[in-house]
């Protein structure tokens, strides 16, 4: 079978660059495709780390003026992803996050900078790169949203397209007065069917509209997302591309988070050996300051702190937690009121609450490892990729029904609740309490866990498979 080219566009790519779960499904992918006849390589902007890494990379085309100063196009790899690397100083090389300012707030020309990224995805979709024509350009998030819209436009033939959403609330919306500075028609920013979106343009939006197939990362979520609430204002379009529009579920990386093998971890253990979670437990409470206590029933929770999260209803849920003798682990960097808040309650419960506030991937896998429980309070959660670890780590995911989570968890494997308010979630902590302490009743709860399966083999499947039909319906290239 002749294999499937397919170019993603991802504006994160783990190992590499990582704020959030995008970063992890553009990383893992690549690598699960190669054993369902995808060839896939990834295109990212050349950030400073990305620069560092690929410090080898082979130069394909250099430009004096690309979108307002030098640029070159890179070919190279790292860690089993086949990269191309948009390596333009001006736009990317800025330290610290990839979006914001070192005060938090989006960088000024976001708009250009994920433009440029688009531009050269479908120049690239065109053939720039002889060796590497794409038969399908796959396009993540909002910060590549503008590649099919970029095909669309240049109009002739061009490869297959497909837009993933990884998360609804960004949008990558802009003054409608961009079109015109980044090569797209000023008619498109005025057109219901193009880029305009309530009086500006909406880069996810110009993706939603103009890719051949949408997918998202939850059955769930592709449902809930065709509602107007869920929708966040994209949900008549989503309803209207309901026939295209799909939900694959995200995996993890198996390797990455193996309990038998992971090297951050205090005390390796496999499903035989599920007791052996009591010392990484231990490693948990020193680590943080909590009590040594094995009888406490320790949560976990790592997480960006954003709204999304719902990790201001565990606030409120805190006398359920202390009354209930349990203990809390968080970990998670995000909204500032969120960050004090948690740190002031931890200063005022010493030994029961600790907050470690950062992004630190050493301390994800202990907490994994080590705590009881790990808890997803989300109001929205499009897949949500924490349960999935807290699943083949024994740790029993409490978490709210909602999309991935709701179809990711359920009762043989966790505790779930609905609607999501801090009264059902405090409701659920009281039963996961009560379980705790049958213990023949929480271990058949991790054996059902450590039994799901939360790889990407069939998951990466559903992907070649979609690629597949999609060339098969309008041939290559076309
Ligand atoms: N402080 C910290 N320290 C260390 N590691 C941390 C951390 N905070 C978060 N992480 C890690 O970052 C990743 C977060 O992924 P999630 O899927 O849970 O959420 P996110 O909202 O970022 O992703 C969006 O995209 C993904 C991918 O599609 C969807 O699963 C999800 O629903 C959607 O909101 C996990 O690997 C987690 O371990």
């Known amino acids: 079978m002749t294999p499937v080219r397919v170019l993603a566009v991802a504006s994160e790519v783990y190992p590499i660059v990582k704020t959030g779960g995008l970063a992890d499904v553009a990383g893992a992918l690549p690598v699960a495709l190669k054993g369902h006849g995808v060839e896939m390589r990834t295109l990212m902007p050349g950030y400073p780390d990305v620069m560092r890494l690929l410090a080898g990379a082979d130069e394909i085309r250099r430009w004096p003026d690309y979108f307002g100063g030098p640029g070159r196009l890179l070919a190279g790899s790292h860690d089993g992803l086949d990269l191309f690397v948009l390596d333009v100083p001006h736009l990317y090389a800025r330290p610290g996050n990839p979006y914001v300012t070192a005060e938090g707030v989006d960088w000024p020309d ?19 790169v002889a060796a590497f024509v794409p038969d399908v350009v796959h396009a993540h998030d909002w910060q590549a949203g503008l590649a099919p819209a970029y095909l669309h436009y240049d109009g002739g033939a061009r490869p297959g397209t497909v837009m993933t959403i990884h998360n609804m609330a960004y949008q990558g919306k802009f003054d409608r007065t961009l079109a015109g500075a980044i090569g797209l028609p000023q008619h498109a920013s005025f057109d219901v069917h193009g880029l305009e979106y309530f009086g500006g343009i909406s880069f996810l ?13 939850s059955p769930t979520y592709a449902h809930e997302i065709q509602s107007d609430e869920g929708g966040m204002g994209l949900g008549g379009l989503l309803r209207e591309r309901a026939g295209v529009l799909s939900g694959i579920l995200n995996g993890i990386d198996t390797e990455v988070w193996n309990p038998q093998t992971d090297p951050h971890i205090a005390y390796r253990f496999g499903a035989k050996e599920l007791s052996f979670r009591s010392a990484n437990k231990a490693a948990l409470q020193q680590r943080l300051g909590l009590d040594p206590r094995p009888d406490a029933l320790l949560l976990g929770v790592i997480s960006r702190l954003s709204w999304q999260k719902g990790l201001d209803l565990l606030l409120e849920s805190m006398p359920t937690i202390l009354g209930n003798g349990m203990q809390l682990a968080l970990l998670g960097s995000g909204d500032a009121e969120l960050q004090d808040r948690y740190q002031g309650t931890a200063r005022g419960h010493p030994g029961r609450i600790a907050a470690v506030i950062g992004y630190d991937e050493a301390l994800a896998h202990l907490i994994q490892a080590g705590s009881d429980a790990l808890i997803v309070p989300s109001r929205f ?35 779930t609740f609905g609607p999501v308010t801090s009264a059902n979630l405090s409701a659920a902590l009281g039963r996961a309490s009560f379980t705790f302490h049958d213990k023949s009743a929480w271990r058949q709860l991790q054996l059902a866990g450590l039994a799901t399966d939360v ?16 060339v098969a319906s309008r041939g290559r290239n076309a």
Do not use: M
């Open 455 to 470: 790889s990407w083999r069939n998951r990466a499947g559903e992907y070649a498979t979609l690629y597949r039909n999609l």
């Open 110 to 128: 976001n708009g250009v900078r994920f433009a440029a990224l688009s531009r050269i995805a479908a120049d690239i979709g065109h053939g720039l």
């Open 381 to 415: 959660e499009p897949c949500g990729l924490t349960q999935l670890c807290a699943l083949r780590y024994g740790a029993v995911p409490i978490v709210s029904r909602v999309g991935g989570l709701a179809d990711t968890v359920n009762e043989t494997t966790g505790f």
């Open 205 to 217: 939006k110009a993706g939603l509209q103009l890719a051949d197939r949408i997918t998202t990362v």
